[in-house]
C-alpha cells in the first residue's frame, strides 16, 4: 500500500470513528478479561488500547481474571487442581495461590498503566488506577454434595465508592476476589464479577474479551449482533459451544436483563479487536442487546438527511431520480428505513397511484456495505405489507440498472403507456427507464 492510500484510508477510518468518539464520551464501560490476557506477550498493546479508550473521556472499570496464573502456582506446590461444574474448588492451598496470583496480576496491570514513555502509546497518559475492597462476597457453600470452601459468589458491590473514583477520572481495577463482613476472602468468577458491577453501575457497555474464537452461525459467519431472545435462545439450543462462549453469553445475557444497555464478546486473538468493535459500525466481535440495534420501520422527519446520505452516490451514478430535500421532507411519510446504530443503511417509498389500485416502489436503496442479504428483499416485503388493507392490486417500478433484482422477485415488463396519467406524463425519456409490474396478493 502507497503511502498515499494509507494516508486516505486514516482519514477515512478517523472521520468515521468520530460519532462514536461522541457517543462514548462520558460513558461508563466494565471490560473483562482472563490471565490468559495479562500473560500474553502482547497484554502491552491491550493496556495501549485502553489508555486511548480512558484519554477519549470513558470511565473504565477493568475486571481481570488469573486462572493461569493460580494454576502454575498450584502446580509448583504440587497441590490438586479440582473443578466442579466449571468453578474451581477452592481449598486452603489453593486459595493463597489465589491471593497470590490476584495480587502478582494486579499489580502487573498497574505497571502498565503507570507507563508513560516518550514515543509510545502512554506517553503523556498519566493513568490513575484505584482498586480495593469494592465487592463483598458469601461462600458458595455445599451444592450437589460438593464443598466448594472458599469459591464464593458476589453478595454486594459498593456502587458509590466506584463511582468516586470515576469521577476522579480514575480506572478502577477489580481482582477476582471478594471479602465478607466477618474478614475471610473469596474466590470470585471475574465473570460474575463485571456482569454485576456493570448491573449495578447501569453502565452503558459491558465488554467480555473472550479466549474463544468468534461467535459463528452454521455457514461459519460472524454471528455480529443476538437480541437478548436470540441470546437465551442459543444457550437453550442443542448447539455445542466453547465453554468460555457459554459463560459468556451467560454473563451478557443476565446483564442485559438487569439495565445494561449492551455487552459485547470480542475474541483477544485479533489485534486491536477493542477498537474495532467499539469504534467502527460494524465491529469485531458479538453484540448482545436488548435495545433494537437494526430494525426496519417508518421514517420521520429526522430521517431525511440519512436517506440524502443514503441515495446521494445512487443519484450521482444515476441509479435513482434526484430528490431535493424539500421534496423528502414533504414525502418523508411514504417512506420506510432500516436504521443500523442509528446510521441509515435502506430505505424504500411507496406512492399510490391517482385511482388507488396501482402504486409506484420508488427509491429502493441498500448502503453497498450491507448489500447481498436480503435488505432489499425485506424493505420489498414490508413495502407490500404496508399495501395491505388498501386497494392497491399492483405495484410499479421505474428502473435503469436493476431490472434483473425486480424480475428475481416476481416482477414483469410492462409499458409506458400503462402507467397512471400523471406519472405517464412525468415520464424521462433522456433516463429511458424500464417499467415492470408486480400483481399483489
Known amino acids: 500500500m502507497s503511502n498515499k492510500d494509507w494516508q486516505k484510508n486514516f482519514i477515512e477510518g478517523f472521520r468515521q470513528s468520530a460519532p462514536y468518539i461522541h457517543a462514548h464520551r462520558g460513558g461508563t464501560f466494565v471490560l473483562a478479561f482472563g490471565g490468559e490476557a495479562v500473560a500474553d506477550s502482547r497484554f502491552a498493546e491491550l493496556v495501549h488500547d485502553i489508555a486511548l479508550l480512558h484519554s477519549l473521556g470513558i470511565r473504565l472499570v477493568l475486571v481481570h481474571g488469573a486462572r493461569p496464573q493460580i494454576e502454575t502456582r498450584l502446580r509448583a506446590r504440587g497441590a490438586r487442581l ?140 460472524l454471528i455480529s449482533q443476538l437480541s437478548l431472545h436470540d441470546a437465551s435462545a442459543l444457550l437453550e439450543s442443542r448447539r455445542k459451544l466453547p465453554e468460555d462462549t457459554t459463560r459468556h453469553l451467560q454473563h451478557a445475557v443476565q446483564a442485559c436483563r438487569k439495565g445494561v444497555r449492551r455487552t459485547h464478546i470480542v475474541s483477544r486473538a485479533k489485534d486491536g479487536a477493542l477498537l474495532l468493535e467499539l469504534f467502527t459500525r460494524d465491529g469485531s466481535g458479538t453484540l448482545v442487546t436488548a435495545e433494537i440495534y437494526e430494525g426496519l420501520r417508518e421514517a420521520v422527519i429526522e430521517d431525511v438527511a440519512g436517506i ?20 423528502l421532507e414533504m414525502e418523508i411519510d411514504h417512506f420506510l428505513v432500516i436504521e443500523r446504530d442509528g446510521m441509515t443503511i435502506g430505505c424504500a417509498a411507496l406512492y399510490p397511484g391517482e385511482t388507488g389500485k396501482l402504486a409506484e416502489l420508488a427509491c429502493l436503496a441498500v448502503h453497498p456495505d450491507y448489500s447481498n442479504a436480503g435488505r432489499g428483499d425485506a424493505l420489498l416485503a414490508a413495502i407490500e405489507e404496508r399495501t395491505a388493507g388498501l386497494s392497491i392490486q399492483q405495484l410499479f417500478v421505474l428502473t435503469t440498472r436493476t431490472a434483473h433484482w425486480f424480475r428475481e422477485r416476481g416482477f414483469v415488463p410492462g409499458d409506458i403507456k400503462q402507467l397512471p396519467g400523471r406519472k405517464k406524463s412525468l415520464y424521462n425519456y433522456q433516463r429511458n427507464s424500464k417499467v415492470y409490474f408486480k400483481a399483489l396478493d
Open 308 to 327: 440524502l446520505e443514503l441515495i446521494k452516490p445512487l443519484e450521482a451514478e444515476g441509479i435513482l431520480v434526484k430528490r431535493s430535500r424539500e421534496r
Open 82 to 221: 479440582e473443578y466442579a461444574n466449571g468453578l474451581r474448588v477452592t481449598d486452603d492451598a489453593a486459595l493463597e495461590c489465589v491471593k497470590e496470583a490476584a495480587g502478582t496480576v494486579r499489580v502487573e496491570i498497574e505497571a502498565l498503566l503507570s507507563m508513560g514513555l516518550a514515543n509510545t502509546p502512554m506517553a503523556g497518559a498519566r493513568i490513575g488506577a484505584s482498586s480495593g475492597n469494592f465487592v463483598t462476597a458469601r461462600p458458595l457453600g455445599i451444592r450437589d454434595g460438593v464443598d466448594y470452601c472458599h469459591t464464593g459468589e458476589v453478595r454486594r458491590i459498593d456502587a458509590g465508592a466506584i463511582c468516586q473514583h470515576l469521577d476522579s477520572r480514575r480506572i478502577v481495577l477489580l481482582s477476582p476476589l471478594g471479602y465478607s463482613p466477618t474478614g475471610e476472602v473469596f474466590n470470585l468468577s471475574a465473570g460474575e464479577i463485571a456482569s454485576t458491577v456493570a448491573s449495578k453501575l447501569q453502565a452503558d457497555k459491558l465488554i467480555l474479551l473472550t479466549e474463544a474464537t468468534d461467535l459463528r452461525d452454521g455457514r461459519r459467519r
